[in-house]
Nanobody
Framework: QMQLAESGGGLVQTGGSLRLSCAAS????????MGWFRQAPGKEREFVAY????????YYTDSVKGRFTISRDNAKNTVYLQMNSLKPEDTAVYYC??????????????????WGQGTQVTVSS
């Protein structure tokens, strides 16, 4: 089993920034592609960003391109999501996820093997 623990969420004003972290343990982190998803109240879980195990491939959902950046530090077993120019519509619980297999995109939740518990991000207008 792999354990994933998100941190860094909070309350921020529109236009502000937050950096989410997801610390992994229990498995060899560098063997896993890592994704970030979010879920707002009453909505389905939504793909945000993905980075391959080596970091050479990234995907973003269109609504966060140019504002969010995913990165990873395999020495620290941690994946990050830098979120800039935050908007109220970014308000959600943010989850990190890990998968060992390679797929054409990072968008499908069912392709991930492990999930964290989530961290709340609230952007006030």
């Amino acid at each position: 089993q792999m354990q994933l623990a998100e941190s860094g969420g909070g309350l921020v004003q529109t236009g502000g920034s937050l950096r989410l972290s997801c610390a992994a343990s229990g498995r060899t982190f560098s063997n896993y592609g890592m994704g970030w998803f979010r879920q707002a109240p009453g909505k389905e879980r939504e793909f945000v960003a993905y980075m391959s195990r080596t970091g050479d491939t990234t995907y973003y959902t269109d609504s966060v391109k140019g504002r969010f950046t995913i990165s990873r530090d395999n020495a620290k077993n941690t994946v990050y999501l830098q979120m800039n120019s935050l908007k109220p519509e970014d308000t959600a619980v943010y989850y990190c996820a890990a998968r060992s297999r390679t797929f054409p995109s990072g968008r499908t939740p069912a392709t991930y093997d492990y999930w964290g518990q989530g961290t709340q991000v609230t952007v006030s207008s």
